[in-house]
Nanobody, 125 residues
Framework: VQLQASGGGLVQAGGSLRLSCAAS????????MGWFRQAPGKEREFVAA????????YYADSVKGRFTISRDNAKNTMYLQMKSLKPEDTAVYYC???????????????????WGQGTQVTVSS
């Protein structure tokens, strides 16, 4: 599966953005999908993930209650609704897929691949 993230931009602290991850190729509806981010000078970190059918979601503590992950398998697209954005959310956001479905447990982060081109999110204070 090939992935392409979009929807990033510049927003003031407290604002909102919605990211999209469009998938092409086969298998999207069977993959656990995830969002990751990488800030300048920092390692890439996990943000959120959603199981193949959407019934299970997982979030990093830093975004719980502010970000919502969702997917539309009919459109081969995953979303990340981000609210109450903070300057520390500034990063390049990437989407990735895991062939492990993600039901009941978050797949090991090392099992996420097919990294798409990221989208820049910048939150000004």
């Amino acid at each position: 599966v090939q992935l392409q993230a979009s929807g990033g931009g510049l927003v003031q602290a407290g604002g909102s953005l919605r990211l999209s991850c469009a998938a092409s190729g086969r298998g999207f509806s069977s993959y656990c999908m995830g969002w990751f981010r990488q800030a300048p000078g920092k390692e890439r970190e996990f943000v959120a993930a959603i199981s193949w059918g959407g019934g299970y979601t997982y979030y990093a503590d830093s975004v719980k209650g502010r970000f919502t992950i969702s997917r539309d398998n009919a459109k081969n697209t995953m979303y990340l609704q981000m609210k109450s954005l903070k300057p520390e959310d500034t990063a390049v956001y990437y989407c990735a897929a895991s062939s492990l479905g993600g039901s009941y447990n978050l797949p090991p982060l090392s099992r996420f691949g097919s990294w798409g081109q990221g989208t820049q999110v910048t939150v000004s204070s």
